[in-house]
């Protein structure tokens, strides 16, 4: 399989700098941070760096949702794996990940956090996929906006490969 770059590492440097000062304008400087493992890994660590440069300092948090596995299609059911982050009642969250495609994950995320008294969500995602919507769901925050292709890189996976490319591909088929 060959890949094709859809976004090069200097586009999405670009693009992340664009969104930390987006998200700096929006929300206060001692938000919470929180990524959803594993596909916004990098993202998120980019994200941080280009907001502490602008004088915001967020905490960071993880938390791991499933609804995929090792498939390319979502199951429709999302689970979070492990323990939920602590301390959100009251605080500013802003809720990164590398993709909204389904729209479950996301829309699951941010109920979560709304439930567990959290002043305010935002969401922020490095791609955004709205042909493949099955939940009502718009991102405060978008990177780019892709049809509906399968992309790789950058923290995004096909069955855990490609995560460490610093750039976003396409799968090309021949």
């Not at 700098?17 to 206060?28: F, I, M, T, Y």
């Not at 941010?110 to 718009?138: I, N």
Request: charged share 25%; glycine share 10%.
């Amino acid at each position: 399989m060959s890949l094709r770059v859809l976004y090069d590492s200097q586009a999405i440097a670009a693009r992340v700098e664009h969104l930390a000062q987006r998200v700096a304008a929006a929300a206060p400087n001692d938000l919470v941070v929180v990524g959803v493992l594993k596909g916004s890994f990098i993202f998120v660590a980019d994200l941080v760096r280009a907001l502490d440069r602008l004088g915001v300092t967020p905490e960071v948090e993880f938390m791991r949702l499933s609804s995929y596995g090792r498939s390319r299609e979502s199951g429709g059911t999302v689970r979070l794996l492990g323990e939920p982050p602590a301390a959100i009642s009251g605080r500013y969250v802003l809720l990164v990940d590398d993709i909204a495609d389904t729209g479950g994950s996301l829309d699951f995320a941010r109920r979560f956090f709304v439930e567990r008294g959290a002043a305010q969500v935002l969401t922020c995602v490095l791609l955004d996929k709205p042909s493949r919507r099955r939940v009502a769901f718009a991102p405060d925050f978008v990177g780019f906006t892709v049809g509906d292709e399968f992309v790789v890189g950058y923290g995004l996976d096909d069955a855990e490969r490609y995560r460490h490319l610093p750039y976003l591909g396409v799968a090309d088929s021949g």
